[in-house]
Nanobody, 124 residues
């Protein structure tokens, strides 16, 4: 499976962006999908997970209520709608797929296909 992330950019605090992750060579239907991000000078962190089993979505506390993960099966694309962006959301955002257990879904080592990353910069 190859993943292509897009949609990043430079925005002001309070603005919104929608990131896209398009898959080829496979479908999202077979995987749990996650978005991770790596802020400048920091380690990569999980942002949101859309589980294969049950289709439930999960978010890190700092983005709850602002970010929404969704999937369009017809387009084989997963989205991350980001509203109310804050400077601390500045990072390179990555999409990834895998089949992690529930207890391990925030662990980036559990995901084996990754997109190339898209830069999100939020100015204050």
């Amino acid at each position: 499976v190859q993943l292509q992330a897009s949609g990043g950019g430079l925005v002001q605090a309070g603005d919104f962006l929608r990131l896209s992750c398009a898959a080829s060579g496979g479908t999202f239907n077979s995987y749990t999908v996650a978005w991770f991000r790596q802020p400048p000078g920091k380690v990569r962190e999980s942002v949101s997970v859309l589980r294969l089993s049950g289709g439930n979505s999960y978010y890190r506390d700092s983005v709850k209520g602002r970010f929404t993960i969704s999937r369009d099966n017809a387009k084989n694309t997963v989205y991350l709608q980001m509203n109310g962006l804050k400077p601390e959301d500045t990072a390179v955002y990555y999409c990834a797929v895998g089949r992690p257990a529930m207890s391990a879904m925030w662990d980036d080592k559990m995901y084996y296909y990754w997109g190339q990353g898209t830069q999100v910069t939020v100015s204050s």
